[in-house]
């Protein structure tokens, strides 16, 4: 099963293309699509969508998995992340890649086994399930891996039906 798991955002946005076959994690390729500050919104998701529809027909994934929504503080820079996510769906949606969508603790309890792990240990051990030297760059790389894996770990299994019925 190949995997594209996506770490959503305006500013930046994590992807990473994951095979996962006889039970082991393959990196396929991985990076971030970025967008310059003094760019116009609208141009910005334009350049996500059209990146993203591009990412989508090279790597042909079986599945998108990508992160949910949280924010507490700043409404702003959340409604930014939404559009942002929205083009990223739309995209998935007109290439007929079926979508999946995971909470944070989703993401940390099937990488980590602990839900209340911290970015350092979740990073670390994306890092060590796909058998990389290093935990690539930036962070938001390293979170759409983790989010790929997150899949991996919850597809086709009661474990997945368990956490979206907890609302974890």
Do not use: C
């Not at 702003?76 to 079926?98: E, H, K, S």
């Amino acid at each position: 099963m190949v995997v594209l798991g996506i770490d959503p955002g305006y500013a930046i946005v994590g992807w990473g293309v994951i095979d996962f076959t006889a039970n082991q994690h393959r990196p396929i390729a991985f990076g971030a699509i970025t967008t310059d500050a003094h760019t116009d919104f609208n141009d910005r998701l334009k350049l996500i969508y059209d990146e993203m529809t591009e990412l989508l027909e090279k790597s042909k994934p079986d599945a998108l998995s990508v992160e949910k929504l949280f924010f507490t503080t700043n409404v702003t820079t959340g409604i930014q992340v939404a559009q942002a996510r929205g083009v990223i769906l739309l995209a998935a949606r007109q290439a007929g890649v079926p979508v999946y969508e995971y909470t944070p603790l989703q993401v940390k309890t099937a990488v980590t086994g602990y839900g209340k792990a911290h970015k350092p240990q979740v990073m670390e051990m994306t890092r060590r399930l796909l058998h990389l030297k290093e935990v690539p760059k930036p962070d938001d790389t390293a979170d759409a891996l983790a989010i790929a894996i997150t899949h991996t770990q919850a597809a086709g299994t009661t474990l997945r039906d368990f956490l979206l019925k907890r609302g974890l």
